[in-house]
Structure formats: C-alpha cells, structure tokens
C-alpha cells in the first residue's frame, strides 16, 4: 500500500506518475451508445490567419465523423489562436477517420500530467538591491502555467503598479470572486470535464507557490508558524503574471495544457513557467509540453521546465528533454531545517521535517507500530498502514513507523506524533510532529526502545541550521542522461528547490493532508516545481536588459555563466546539474551565447531519425530535412553544452562544433581552457576567437578522444572561453547511456 508521506512528497514535492487521462465517458446518443469515447488532442499544426475560420472548419470536420451526434457535445476544447486544432471525445473508429481527413497532423490521447511540487534568492547573490530597472521589468510578463492563483495575497498586490503594458492581448476569466488587477493581469482556467471548480482561484497552493516565487512582491516577515522567517519574493518582482490553470485535484490533463500555451503565446507573454511533467521523457512529439514550447520559441517565448523528480534512484530520468526548453533540477541553498529527537536517555537524533509544534520539554512513551495493531499483519503495522493503527492504544503517545508516509494515519489516530525511517534528507510539512531519520538513526532509536523499559522520546521544534556544503542537488530530482536525444545534455542548470518558504493558497492543507486543518498564506515546499519559477525568474531579469535576446540567448546565457558544482558533493555530476547551479547577476553579462534557430532544431530531430510527418507533429508545419542531415551527429547542435553518446568500453574520437556570438565587449579576445582530466584528451581549434565587433560570430570544433567507459557511466571535462572580464562555461560529457530507440 501507498504511504501517505510519500504521498506527500507526490503531491507537495510534486512527483507524480503519469496516468492516461482517460475515464470512459458513455456515448450520449443512440448512434454511440454501444462505443466507448476518450478524449483526444486532434492537432492540426499551426495556428491559420482566422481565428473564426479554423473553429468552423474543426466543427466541420468534427461533425463528418460523429455523424448527426452534438458536436457541442463531443468538442472539448478548440486551439486556434496560437495552434491549430481542437480537443474531443470519440470512439477508435472515428480517431482513425480523422486521422486520415486532410489537415490533420496527429491525434494525441489525453494525458495526465502533474505538478512537480525566501533565502533561496540571497544565496545565489541575488539581494533585493541587485542592479534592476524597475520601469522595464513591469513590462516583462511571466505566464504560468499550473494549478491557478490566489491573487488577493500580498505577493500579488498591485500597489505601486500602473496598467499591463500595451502589448498585452490577454483577458481576465478567472470565473466568479475572481478578480485580476495590475501585477495579476491575466487569469485563465481550463477543465475538459465540467466540474464545480470553474475558477483560476488556486485549491491546492502549488500555482500560487510557483507564481510568487517567479514574480511576487517583496513582502517582509513572513513564515511557516515563526519557521524559514524572512523576506519573500520573487526574481522579477516588478514583473506582471498571467495564470493559467491546468490543474485540479486529478492531475492536469494535456487537452488543457495545450490551450494554455495555445492562449498564453497569443497573449503576449515573455516567459512560460511550467512546474509540470509526466513520470519519464517521452518523444517530441507526443509531449504537449514540447509541442507547446515549440510554438512558444517560435513567437520569441522562453520556457521554462521542472525536470522531474524521479530521484537519483529513479529509473525513468529526467522527463524534461526538448532542446529549445530549459529542464531545470532541483538542489539545496544554505539553510536546512532540522527536526531533533530527543531521547530519554539524553541521547539527540537530527531529523528532517517541518515541525512548528512543541512537546514543551515533556518527553512522550514511545510505540512501535507492530504494537498498535491487532488486525494487521507484522509488516503491515510496522509501516503504520491504513487502518492499522488502534487510536486507543497510541492517543498521546509517539509511533514509530518504518513507511515514511503514515503521518495522517497515525495524527487520524490521535497520536501526538509520529518518528518515521525516511533516507531523503529533505524535510516537508506533516500533519503532526513527524521527522524523519535515516536508516543509522532510526536504528540507533529502535534499539534504545527494544532496550529500555519505559522508552520515551521529545520531538522539539524545527530549527534553521546553516549548510556549508550546499548547493548540493537535492535527492529527489531526476538525473540524465537525456534518453530521447543522448547527445544533449539533460537536464541544463539546477536552482534552488529544497524547503522553499512562498505564498500559498489560504483553503489548501499545507500538508497535503486532508486531515489537517491547518491553513496559511506562506508555506514551505520541494521539488524541482520549485526550482523551475526560480530560473523562471531570473530568465525574465535578464530579458530585462536584453529585450531583444532570443530564447536561445537568454538560455545560453543562464547555462554558461551558471556556477561550477562540486564534484565530490555531487557525484552524478553534469547528469544531475546540467551546466551548473543558476548565477542570476553574471547571467545579465555572459561575453558570449550560442544561439540555435527553428531551422537548428529540425535539423536535430532529422539527425535523431525523426521523419517529416514526426517533425511536423511538432512544428505544425511540412518541414522536409536538408540534405544528407541524418549523417550530421546531434551533438553538432549549436548547444550550450556539449555531450555526446560513445561505445562502451571501446575507444573513441567524437568532435563538436560550435559557433558563439559577441554580445561583450566590441574589441576582445578570448583564449580557451579546458580543465584536467586524465581520462579525455580535448583539442580545441581555434584556441583564440578575436572579436573586432558586437554581434560578430566565430566557429570553432571540439575534438575528445578516450575510450575504456563501463556501461552506463560517464566522465567530463570544462570548456571556458575567457577574455579577462567575461567567463563562459560549458561542461563536456561523454557517456555510455543508450537512448530509448537503442535500449
């Protein structure tokens, strides 16, 4: 069975398996009563020059296969601002009708997707008085695509704030109380499944979470219950926020996913924060969040990706690969709460967990759970499983649980708290007092209770600790390689999304917990949701100085000037952090970036094999590959990173070519470095670019040569071009990770 807390670390820390979003509907009338109906994404490409014209035209189409049905009936949902194409509920035989009509691209079975759920910000360097341009940054428009938002919260008060800029197409239909104002411009929801949540207003926290740590105000005192206390606020707190609402207590389904891009591109918005995935990467072009990211960068629309929190155990990797997005991971900052467990023989266990409670110096008898259970069998009620739990036996009193996600079975029971075996040194928000311990601690504490008569134990209240080591990357999120493209390196940077303090929605349990009755405005939440509104964040900062940039740029831009991680605190290395961790003050002043166009990421997908008819699932568009591209290696790509797939054990030679453009200085010079590893030899030619202007070009090819790697293993090494002021990083990796295709 389940644990709750894992439960938890599901829906809070927003790991999420993904599910086919389909419950059988009944067909309504007499010619579809005997079939089964799903919904479906019948995508048609691009967006056409009507809006009127492409609605008539899927109605038409629409009413040729369901013959005489209601389309009102059947239609969900039409794309037709940004893309083109609609959703609907149909039976197998009139998908393959369709799928064969003229103007059709692909048609796309609905799926679930799910979210992936204050100092943060002074860590990386990124204090309150950094150099900003306050004029310009309320210009900036960040859309976010999640679980709604609650705007009333002081993070989105409008004070000071004069009307949305004028490129703004977008509207406000939030539904009823729901009401946008100058930071909050734009509120959308979205529900293939009419239900009694026909609002943008945020029920579970996570929109609201992910929004104000992007945009929010600067708002001063706040905390978890006098926990993480400080100021919140977002990157850009200047910038304007438009929500669009995919997500309700199921999931969020990809029909609705696709119309958020669909109407987010078409309202002018400059960056995109999706804190959502599926449970493992999929191919192009059956992941809506690729498709709609596609047609994003093509308006000069960055964005933005949690990469997934499937964690360094998970088998299934990073889930966010597309190229021209940002898959952005998870890791520590320099504050960690620690919960201690004081027992009653003086002995002090560290913790994790998010306690505001205290037992006021009262030690508490200690049970295990295969002693508050008599229905159970043994493994059963040492996991604390529904229904094992006897509230006679634990009612004030502390349990001790080996599953990491009983805290609301134990609290329904009325123990006063609860000590569980949990190895993810990450602590979260329960309904009682429940750290967690790993498996040496929660030993050490088994055998104090087998030994001791009268065991008894003191949870006291969390405390903020200082973490030199940090940043680290956090446990849960998900590692690379990228197993749809091997030769791009997944996933790009790492951000802060440890115990993360940000608003949050005033009717939602901070714990997740229905049993808990608890409600605030500021909690505390992990995951890479978390981490993604950071960079989010900072992208849109440094759109603020270059308004210009593309979305290639201002990518390019984050990668290369992100900090150096620690190898040894990081041993999965650039599979875990990409380029690095975020740097948001050097971000603004990169020397050089690599940009890459629409035509660069078709001639990638032409190089991985796709076919004309895949690349046009993406793009929408007939996009024929250039000749003899399928010999050009993906790893050519002009990315920021560099990483290529090599043979195992055997020898290799592999080269990369790069081109970098000039947005330094005019005049300068920058010479190469590459740091030591005794394993690769790395040649670089030329090993000088000279730059006489702004905006200037210069190519130059990598070669790596090594051979002797074990299956599924990696080594690397760094490319720096420097020219004394400006310092551009990019990790080369190789590695013996086979592709999906391969495996």
Request: charged share 20%.
């Amino acid at each position: 069975m389940a644990s709750y807390r894992f439960q938890l670390f599901l829906n809070i820390s927003f790991f999420l398996i993904l599910a086919i979003g389909q419950s059988s509907i009944a067909a309504a009338n007499d010619d579809r009563k005997a079939s089964v109906v799903f919904a479906y994404i019948v995508y048609m490409g691009s967006a056409p020059e009507g809006e009127y014209l492409a609605t008539s035209r899927q109605r038409t189409m629409l009413q040729k296969v369901i013959r005489g049905s209601s389309v009102e009936e059947s239609m969900i949902r039409s794309y037709r601002r940004s893309l083109n194409g609609f959703a609907a509920k149909l039976t197998e035989e009139e998908v393959e009708e369709l799928a064969n009509m003229k103007g059709v691209v692909s048609i796309i079975p609905n799926r679930i997707y799910h979210p992936r759920t204050t100092r943060s910000w002074d860590f990386m360097g990124f204090s309150n008085t950094v150099r900003r341009n306050p004029t310009v940054e309320s210009n900036v428009i960040i859309g976010v695509i999640d679980s709604g938002i609650w705007p009333e919260l002081p993070s989105f008060s409008d004070k000071g704030f004069g009307p949305p800029p004028k490129k703004w197409k977008g509207v406000c239909r939030g539904g009823k109380n729901f009401t946008c104002n100058n930071k909050v411009i734009g509120a959308r929801f979205y529900k293939s499944v009419p239900s009694g949540d026909e609002s943008a207003r945020d029920n579970s926290g996570h929109g609201t979470h992910t929004a104000s740590t992007a945009a929010g105000n600067v708002v001063k005192d706040v905390s978890f219950f006098g926990l993480a206390q400080g100021t919140a606020r977002g990157g850009v707190p200047s910038a304007r926020i438009a929500a669009y609402k995919v997500c309700h207590k199921k999931g969020c389904e990809s029909v609705d996913i696709l119309a958020a891009f669909d109407d987010a591109i078409a309202d002018g918005v400059d960056i995109l924060s999706v804190s959502l995935g599926s449970a493992e990467s999929t191919e192009f072009f059956d992941d809506v969040i690729a498709i709609g990211s596609f047609h994003a960068m093509e308006k000069g629309i960055l964005t933005l990706n949690s990469a997934g929190n499937n964690g360094v155990a998970g088998p299934l990797g990073v889930e966010s690969v597309a190229p021209w997005m940002v898959a952005v991971a998870a890791s520590t900052t320099d504050r960690r709460l620690s919960t201690k467990v004081v027992l009653g023989n003086g002995k002090t266990l560290n913790g994790f967990s998010v306690n505001p409670d205290t037992f006021n110096g009262k030690k508490l008898p200690l049970l295990y759970g295969r002693e508050v259970s008599s229905i159970c069998s043994e493994d059963d009620a040492r996991l604390c499983s529904e229904s094992c739990v006897d509230s006679k036996l634990v009612k004030g009193k502390i349990v001790l649980c080996d599953n990491s996600g009983s805290d609301s079975v134990v609290y329904s029971a009325g123990a006063a708290g609860s000590i569980v075996l949990d190895d993810l040194p990450v602590s979260f928000i329960t309904p009682l007092p429940s750290p967690g311990l790993n498996a040496r601690d929660y030993d050490l504490l088994l055998s104090y209770k087998n030994s001791t008569k009268n065991p008894v134990a003191e949870i006291l209240r969390s405390e903020s600790i200082k973490e030199s080591y940090s940043p680290v990357v956090a446990q849960f999120s998900s590692l690379g390689p990228n197993f749809i493209a091997p030769d791009i390196l997944k996933p790009d940077i790492t951000a802060p999304g440890a115990e993360i303090l940000a608003a949050y929605s005033p009717i939602s349990s901070p714990s997740g917990s229905p049993v808990d009755k608890r409600r605030v405005k500021y909690s505390i939440l992990s995951g890479t949701s978390m981490s993604c509104p950071h960079v989010a964040g900072i992208a849109a900062y440094v759109k603020t100085f270059h308004p210009d940039w593309s979305p290639s740029a201002i990518k390019s831009a984050l990668m290369t000037t992100a900090w150096a991680m620690d190898r040894t605190k990081n041993p999965d290395g650039e599979i875990s952090y990409g380029s690095g961790h975020v740097n948001p003050v050097r971000a603004i002043v990169p020397g050089l970036v690599y940009e890459t166009s629409k035509e660069d990421y078709i001639k990638l997908m032409c190089s991985l094999g796709y076919t004309q008819d895949n690349i046009k699932q993406i793009s929408g568009e007939i996009s024929a590959c250039p000749v003899k591209s399928k010999n050009v290696p993906a790893r050519d790509m002009n990315y920021p990173s560099l990483a290529a797939s090599v043979p195992t054990v055997k020898s290799f030679t592999v080269s990369f070519r790069r081109t970098v453009k000039n947005v330094g200085l005019p005049n300068s010079i920058y010479r190469v470095q590459i740091s030591p590893n005794p394993k690769l030899k790395v040649e670089v030619v030329p090993k000088v670019l000279t730059f006489k202007a702004l905006k200037e070009t210069k190519t130059f090819t990598v070669t790596v040569s090594g051979g002797g790697l074990s299956a599924k293993s990696m080594e690397s090494t760094t490319l720096v071009w420097s020219d004394g002021t400006h310092i551009v990083r990019s990790p080369i990796v190789v590695h013996t990770y086979p592709s999906i295709k391969s495996s």
